[in-house]
């Protein structure tokens, strides 16, 4: 994710601006030649050619032709983050702010198609797979300082981590959910589907404890600092 220096305010530089717009237009000309004639059959040529850039400039970029798609899914964070601090700062709630997403001039500055033709390509391709998982890899440590910043605790925290583990799978299945199914299928739009997984996660934590039954557990853990029996 694309992040400005600590300490600077307002919009970024317009040299900035125009880095990261370019860096866009690449990742949606890679997805869109990637959809067209697959990953195997692109070359970093094509996807600059398209771009209107040369070639040595897309390396400047990118390491590779799958990471040109990278800024697809930081500017998803990006925007998750920003709306996670506003939640925090209490401007509005949780739901709000994720469900917020799907707001008109969210989705109009966003290039939500190419994001859902992006996913559906990574269930085939393993480099953009590869992709794909470490950017929700590299957006947990974000998550958790997010989480510490707003409820004042130490992102090293193990509660934090687990949080912010928590909530970056269920964004991420819930992308993967909103992406892969059938273009004529009912379902909720993609700011509506990360609330209600995030609303499902919540509540398996403040669930009740089952009733007592003979049946073991899935997961058996002994309680913090006891030692398993056996």
């Known amino acids: 994710m694309t992040g400005r220096p600590e300490g600077r305010a307002g919009r970024p530089p317009l040299t900035e601006r125009r880095r990261d717009a370019t860096r866009m237009e690449i990742a949606e000309e890679a997805v869109r030649l990637f959809g067209a004639q697959g990953v195997a059959a692109t070359t ?34 990006g925007i998750i983050t920003e709306r996670l601090r506003a939640h925090w700062r209490g401007e509005t709630s949780l739901a709000q702010a994720i469900s917020g997403i799907d707001d008109p001039g969210v989705v109009a500055a966003q290039p939500i198609g190419a ?21 929700h890899f590299d957006a947990e440590a974000v998550f958790a300082t997010v989480i ?60 009740e404890p089952p009733p007592h039954t003979d049946e073991k557990p899935v997961l058996d853990l002994p309680a913090p600092g006891r030692r398993a029996e056996g």
């Open 148 to 207: 510490a910043e707003g409820t004042g605790r130490s992102e090293c925290d193990l509660a934090v981590r687990v949080e912010a583990g928590m909530l970056n799978a269920a964004l991420r299945v819930a992308v993967e959910n909103w992406a892969l199914r059938p273009e004529r299928a009912a379902g909720l739009p993609l700011g509506e589907t990360l609330a209600a997984a995030l609303y499902l996660v919540a509540r398996r934590l403040e669930a």
């Open 115 to 135: 994001l859902r033709d992006l996913v559906r390509l990574s269930r085939d391709e393993p480099g953009l797979r590869a992709v794909w998982l470490e950017t």
């Open 44 to 77: 970093a040529e094509d996807i600059a050619a398209a771009a209107g850039i040369s070639t040595r400039t897309l390396w400047r970029y990118f390491r590779s032709k799958e990471e040109c798609v990278r800024p697809l899914l930081a500017a998803g964070i």
